[in-house]
């Protein structure tokens, strides 16, 4: 999974960043209204966090740039203005979270979680694919009722695929979602990180579809 | 006593105002007694010479004095009791038997020369003089002496008549007059008192007028005042602006460093998050600049705003559905689109999207906000927050609503924000009640003002 981090301030940033990393997530730390904007609307991520006081364009602006160029990513808020007149203006401008600094990181990265399973259309923070369970608040797997131990990459591209079970994920789509903006990508490693998946779950479940991606098949 | 006095300006104009009036009044019963005395002196002097001129016709030139004349003159005298009468001639000394000592009154004149003139000098009044004495039962007297000098020697005639005939008048005359000071002196004060009342009326009216300015029911003094009174409304118009100006800099002040501090905090906070000590100190230090931040806000209330409310709160609704958009939540809202209230558009959404956060936090599944004009009240509104959680116990409720009291202890460390909720209903004169709601869960009822245009439009409904 991939957040498009936009903080300016240089101590809290990376750290967010680096807590975030922490956690699996693949983070692109942006430092400034005008790149912010420009990410947005040109890379795929899975879910934004967004701070308002932003040098070159306001946060407020850069989230209606990004849905006036249809991005619907979901996006959340993280500021230090508390105002409830602030909030519903954020709300207004099309966020999908808010949360006020100073803030805990664990609420961060859980309401992160939440809003990036709700945009894959799961009600429920449980998701199910045969054997295997994804427990969207802890970020936590579990194969068989035993806990799954994966790298980051491997859980980047393990949730992505449980996120939308039984469909087909493009290779570039999934490449976009699991390598930071900055990586040196090799596509070649991709099928290596799956491969390793494969070995963890069971060969069966992540289908190779030629010329296009990756399925993870739930049977039961 | 006497500082009081000096320190009320009313007091002090009284006293010195009625200090005048007394001293006046008294010098002016001294000056007309004295004028009166002298008046009654005078008509009894013109009676005592008038016998001494009798007695001088009974003297011939040789200092003989004529007793058969004497006789028929002492006829046409006073006989009252008290009046004597007496002649010092060379040889012979005649007159009333008990005739008093005298004292010797103010230095004669040197008489004038008699030699080569005819006839008597007794008709010059200057050499008629006054003398006191007092007779022998000690009564005061008083008397007009002469002496001519005659070719047997000086003859001496003296009139005398008791002080008392004098003073009875006098005392007689000074009743009246005193009785008429008193009044005058009475009146006087009343004048002043008046006077002071109609006189510093300004003075109270500009102190209820800063009053007013401090309890926010004025921005300013009349500068329309009393010539004397304008400079100061002036100043004080110039004081207030500058205070609020200065207040509104120092709560911006407070916000900005408020605002600033987060972010470095939020970093800290990371930081720490392995060290759960140092990470409450820092919760602690959080808890505070939202405290200050959030009365900083509160503090600059605008009571001559309009907000409608049905935008507004939907707005807020929208906000809070996605706040805790991680559960099923259910919030209605059922707002008449017409409503509007006098209450500024960030404070009403401070106290109502905290109130909804609330209940949001602590209901079951359902929200509900309901708002409606007073019917008893066209001048308020009264808006329902209601959340179907466990509510609070009555006992607990009253320690809720208090100013200062955080009671979040059992939340997850947001902040219940009714602080807030309380501080702002009290800056806008409204209230704030906790209550069951039928059917279960906490009902916080608020009471705001109604903006201008509401109750009028209510009005012209009925």
Redesign the interface.
Known sequence: MRILLVEDDRDLGPAIAHALRGENFAVDLVDNGIDAAHSGETEHYDAAVLDLGLPGLDGVSVLRAWRAAQRNLPVLILTARDGWSDKVAGFKAGADDYLVKPFRVEELVMRLRALIRRAAGHAQPLLDCGPLTFDTQTGQFELDGLPLRLTAFEWRILSQLILRKNAVIERLDLLERVYEGDADVDSNSLEVIVGRLRKKIGAQMIETIRGRGYRLTCRT | MVRAILQSLHARMLALSIGATLVALVLAGWAITTVLERFVIGGLDQRLDAEVTLLASTVDANGQIDRTRLHQQLGAMEGKPGWRWQIDAPGSKLGSEDFPHLDAGPPLLPPPSLSGTEGLPFDHDDQLRPLEGASEEGFPVHARTMTLETRGGPVTLTALAPRSVVRRPIMGALAPLMAALAALAALLGGATLIQLRLGLRPIRRLREQVAAIRAGARESVDEDQATELKPLAVELNALSRENKAALAAARQSAANLA?AL??????????L?DEPGRAAQ?ARI?ATI?HH??RA?ADAADRRATTRLAPAIE??V??VR??H??RPLTIEADIPSDLAIAVD??DL??L???LLDNAARFAASRVFVVARALDSDARRVVVEIGDDGPGIPAAERSQVTKPGVRLDERGDGHGFGLTIVTDLIALYGGTVRLEDRQGGGLAVCLTLPAAQSTSSAQDAVR
Do not use: F, I, Y
């Not at chain 2, 987060?262 to 930081?271: I, R």
């Open positions: 605002h987060k972010t470095p905090v939020a970093a800290l906070a990371l930081e998050r820092l959080d939202r931040l959030a806000r707005d807020l929208t906000a996605r706040l958009s991680d558009h960030q959404d401070e109502v999207g905290n």
